[in-house]
């Protein structure tokens, strides 16, 4: 069975700790994921009150 969907999180830069993760329709242009991607980074930098480049974010495996 065939996945359509990607899975991401993301990770505090200075702790190496997950923070969150998201999952994303793989049918989503690639320009319109990483908008997504970065808009729930800033989210996330400000519910977790970290700094926006503290955070980044990686296929899971």
């Not at 793989?26 to 980074?41: C, Q």
């Amino acid at each position: 069975m065939e996945d359509n969907k990607k899975h991401y999180h993301f990770k505090n830069i200075q702790t190496g700790n997950i923070i969150a993760y998201f999952t994303i329709e793989v049918d989503i242009p690639e320009g319109e994921i990483i908008e997504i991607l970065e808009n729930k980074r800033k989210a996330l930098a400000v519910q977790n009150k970290l700094f926006y480049d503290t955070i980044y974010w990686e296929v899971e495996k």
